[in-house]
């Protein structure tokens, strides 16, 4: 069983940058051959939305709303997520989760395409606050 942890959110300006994280994935010796790993954020009263994903290839797409400001990447040993956030707008203002589609076999810009309900290894969010 896998129970990622993210970490990292916090209030900023907008215009401002933070970076969260997600930590603890790949756990039990699970051998991670195929995959889609993204991120997530719910404002209140708003569906949970996917923004960015990144696969086992190494393939990576992003929503329009975060397109050219925010970066997904893994670390070398696959085990932690992040999130660089640039240019941060009041609108992204959200609780933030990672999740992990696995296996994955179609991957790519699939991996942004898939429903919410593929994905599973939710961790509880971390907060993000935008204010203008």
């Known amino acids: 069983q896998v129970q990622p942890v993210e970490s990292g959110g916090g209030s900023v300006e907008s215009g401002g940058s933070l970076s969260v994280s997600c930590g603890g994935l790949?756990?039990?010796?699970?051998?991670?051959?195929?995959?889609?790993m993204g991120w997530f954020r719910q404002a209140p009263g708003k569906e949970r939305e996917l923004i960015a994903t990144v696969d086992s290839d190494g393939a990576t797409n992003y929503a329009e709303s975060v397109k050219g400001r925010f970066t997904i990447f893994q670390d070398n040993t696959k085990t932690t997520l992040y999130l660089q956030m640039n240019s941060l707008e009041p609108e992204d203002t959200a609780k933030y989760f990672c999740?992990?589609?696995?296996?994955?076999?179609?991957?790519?810009?699939?991996?942004?395409?898939?429903?919410?309900?593929?994905?599973?290894?939710w961790g509880q969010g971390t907060q993000v606050t935008v204010s203008s």
């Open positions: 999740a992990t589609k696995r296996p994955a076999v179609y991957r790519g810009i699939y991996c942004m395409e898939a429903e919410i309900g593929e994905y599973g290894d």
């Open positions: 790949g756990g039990s010796g699970y051998t991670w051959n195929s995959y889609c």
